[in-house]
């Protein structure tokens, strides 16, 4: 990666975002009875964006909204900027479970992988649960990092 520091922007960054594959029972049920939908995106700086790159929560924001005709999808970005899964987890009520959201995206390891931490996914999805039924939530993580 020669001539490009660490903390610069890729070249390119995918303007739509990849399929995902699996069921999101209680957000796809709000999708298709037109009502209000409210998402919470939680992670760090890749979650909260960084300089002039605009962070994935407000690009799916768009997107849910055009492809489904509803102005009523808002995607609530809590990132927090070099944020490790243990605060995330502590922010989990206040930030995350208070909105009542239909789904929950919680983008964590990034800043684990970066430090050489590797901490506490059982524990941190373990609170998720606890209001798994009126919401969906999915942890994505770092699967690679190259340099």
């Known amino acids: 990666m020669k001539g490009r520091s660490m903390n610069s922007s890729p070249p390119q960054i995918p303007v739509q975002p990849a399929p995902f594959e699996y069921d999101l029972p209680n957000l796809a049920e709000a999708i298709e009875a ?3 939908v409210k ?8 979650t909260a964006g960084e300089g002039g790159i605009v962070a994935y929560p407000y690009r ?26 243990p605060k995330e987890r502590d922010r989990l009520d206040r930030d995350v479970i208070a909105e009542k ?3 929950v995206i919680w983008q964590l390891g990034t800043n684990a992988v970066w430090q050489s931490k590797q901490t506490i996914r059982l524990r941190t999805t373990r609170r998720l649960r606890r209001f798994a039924r ?12 190259s340099f």
């Open 39 to 46: 998402i919470v995106a939680l992670g760090s700086s890749t």
């Open 34 to 36: 037109a009502s209000s």
């Open 101 to 103: 959201p239909r789904l």
């Open 60 to 85: 799916l924001e768009a997107v849910l909204r055009d492809k489904y005709a509803n102005p009523r999808i808002d995607v609530i970005n809590r990132g927090v900027g070099g944020e490790e899964a």
């Open 134 to 145: 009126a919401s969906d939530a999915f942890v994505m993580n770092a699967r690679s990092i």
